[in-house]
Each structure stands twice: as C-alpha cells, then as structure tokens.
C-alpha cells in the first residue's frame, strides 16, 4: 500500500497554471502507474491522466490535451500534474492515486490507492 498526499491546488483566474504534487510514501512508489482525477461538485470522480512507472508512457484525457502534462520523479517518490490554460470547467477536487500496472491496461482504473484530494478552483 502506498500512501499519497496531494498539494498545490489553489484559486487561479482562467487562462493561469498550477502545478500540482502528490507524494508518496509507505510502498514501492518506482514499481506503480500513477493517474490524476478530479471530481466537479455534483459530478463523478473522473480520469484526468495517468503515467507509467518508468514515466515512458502517459494517457491524456481528451479534456486536458495540450495543456495538462504529467511527470514523475522516482528518486523523490513524487507525482506531478502541470496544468496550463486552465478554464473554469477544470475546477475540481484533483486526487491522484497509485496502482499495480497491469499490461495494456496500465492506465485504466480501477486504482488501489488515493490520495485525500485538493482543490482547484478557476475564477473566469
């Protein structure tokens, strides 16, 4: 099992960038795929973007292509979320969450661990 703890989220006017972390302790952080979702108020928990544990791979949603770009260290057991050009619409509760890779499905849910979340909000 592996723990995670999210940060970086915050209030932005549309148009701006955040970038957000999620740390990971307590498991093999280098050996798990690593994804992002977010969660609207009154909407689904819903996929955002995943990443490999070599970070050779990534899965984009069509809503955040060209401006979400994720990445990984593995030497800081860290996850991040580069999020550009944001609009209101991304406003959300953004969770990332940890999973044993599993062949071509590597990016699919479901995952085994989360985080508690953090909040963007994008003023228009």
């Known amino acids: 099992q592996v723990q995670l703890v999210e940060s970086g989220g915050g209030l932005v006017q549309a148009g701006g960038s955040l970038r957000l972390s999620c740390a990971a302790s307590?498991?093999?952080?280098?050996?798990?795929?690593m994804g992002w979702f977010r969660q609207a108020p009154g909407k689904e928990r819903e996929f955002v973007v995943a990443?490999?544990?070599?970070?050779?791979?990534?899965y984009y949603a069509d809503s955040v292509k060209g401006r979400f770009t994720i990445s990984r260290d593995n030497g800081k057991n860290t996850v991040y979320l580069q999020m550009n050009s944001l609009k209101p619409e991304d406003t959300a509760v953004y969770y990332c969450?940890?999973?044993?890779?599993?062949?071509?499905?590597?990016?699919?849910?479901?995952?085994?661990?989360w985080g508690q979340g953090t909040q963007v909000t994008v003023s228009s």
């Open positions: 307590g498991g093999s952080f280098s050996s798990r795929a």
């Open positions: 990443i490999s544990w070599s970070g050779g791979s990534t």
């Open positions: 969450a940890a999973k044993v890779p599993v062949g071509s499905s590597w990016y699919r849910p479901p995952y085994d661990d």
